[in-house]
């Protein structure tokens, strides 16, 4: 049974950094695509940042280039999103998801509950 958990969200001053932390089970991460998506209150889900089965192809959103950083831990079967010099509007529920291809096109599958990080003064 495949299942993404999210961990790592909170409070945070703007300028501030946090790292989000997704544990996959079910499968194993090493070849897959994984994505982080976000969504505030009120908008649309947008797509953060992606990287590629094999780690070639990583997208960011332009909204969150320069600050954030995707990586996986093949090993931890774990994917991280650094998020730095965070922004109130940076402000969301931030979900991890996989359609278990190696691709990062395509809609999501299987999607993780959500950790929730606040911008805030």
């Known amino acids: 049974q495949v299942q993404l958990v999210e961990s790592g969200g909170g409070l945070v001053q703007p300028g501030g950094s946090l790292r989000l932390s997704c544990a996959a089970s079910g499968f194993t991460l090493d070849y897959y695509a994984m994505s982080w998506f976000r969504q505030a209150p009120g908008k649309e889900r947008e797509r953060v940042s992606c990287?590629?089965?094999?780690?070639?192809?990583?997208y960011y959103a332009n909204s969150v280039k320069g600050r954030f950083t995707i990586s996986r831990d093949n090993r931890k079967n774990t994917v991280y999103l650094q998020m730095n010099s965070l922004k109130p509007e940076d402000t969301a529920v931030y979900y991890c998801a996989t359609t278990l291809t190696r691709t990062c096109g395509g809609d999501m599958d299987y999607w993780g509950k959500g950790t929730l990080v606040t911008v805030s003064l």
């Open positions: 990287i590629s089965g094999d780690s070639s192809i990583i």
